[in-house]
């Protein structure tokens, strides 16, 4: 066996082993963190709901195609793949429609085209904005997001030009 195998348990081991010789009853502390867990999924399911609807919706009415479509002009004058329009405007919603999207740009363009490559690295670079706002915000229950979010697609449509200028640089001959 790899030691990758053995960390989580020898973790687990470690806690309990711990938690026994600190004289604390690990069973119950168990259990409270699991109602606590609980507590928050019931303070962020309704968001999560709302947000899975909303991406869904989004994809199946046609208005990510026509959007990337209307971005797509815009992106080639940049020297940016057009066929990674959509995964511009899904990545900050959904990661596994970020994920499904990038999957059919690598399907249609292939893994190792210029598309294929900008859509990796834009997946293992950018985050799911309003998913990690949503989760993160409902559990510690803030309302008011203030200047998150404006401040995150920023910086979302900062990595997305910078994925393709590193992409350009680093793994075109």
């Known amino acids: 066996m790899k030691l990758s195998e053995w ?25 409270k963190g699991a109602e606590e867990g609980l507590g928050v999924l019931l303070r962020i399911l309704p ?16 208005a990510m195609d026509a959007l990337a479509q209307l971005l797509s002009p815009l992106l080639s004058a940049a020297g940016i793949p057009s066929e990674t329009a959509p995964l511009l405007l899904v990545r900050p919603i959904s990661g596994s429609g ?13 893994v190792d085209s210029y598309a294929g490559r900008v859509a990796a690295v ?9 998913y990690t706002v ?6 510690a229950g803030i309302t008011k997001t203030r200047y998150t979010i404006p401040a995150a697609l920023v910086a979302d449509l900062v990595m997305f030009f910078l994925s393709a200028f590193a992409v350009r640089v680093f793994f075109t001959s």
């Open 134 to 139: 949503a989760v993160y915000y409902g559990a």
């Open 7 to 31: 960390i989580v348990p020898a973790l687990l081991c470690f806690a309990g082993t711990y938690g026994l010789y600190r004289r604390v009853d690990v069973y119950a502390a168990l259990t």
């Open 98 to 110: 970020a994920l499904a999207v990038g999957t059919e740009i690598m399907e249609r363009s292939g």
């Open 122 to 130: 834009m997946l293992g670079s950018s985050e799911t904005t309003f």
């Open 47 to 62: 968001s999560l709901v709302g947000l899975m609807t909303a991406v869904y919706m989004f994809r199946a009415s046609g």
